[in-house]
């Protein structure tokens, strides 16, 4: 019984700590809510920039075409 006793003790020392397994979660899931924040801040920015600035310089790039071809002669 004594050499079963001694095992089981060697099992539980090898196991790392709950206290380490749930202060490692604890930062992932801050450095993920960190990213994540991020992410969409940087998202939304590319949106806003794309939205106010390249599009109004696109539409009026195809508006010139419209009518450089509206004033072309038919063939």
Known sequence: MSTLEG???DLAAAR?????R??????LLALLTQYVIIA???GLTVAATLH???TPQIVATFET?????KR????
């Open 22 to 27: 749930r202060r490692l979660r604890a930062i």
């Open 7 to 9: 095992e089981d003790g």
């Open 65 to 69: 075409l419209e009518a450089a071809f």
């Open 72 to 75: 072309m002669p038919p063939r």
């Open 40 to 42: 969409a801040i940087v």
């Open 52 to 54: 106010y600035l390249v």
């Open 16 to 20: 790392p700590p709950k206290i380490r």
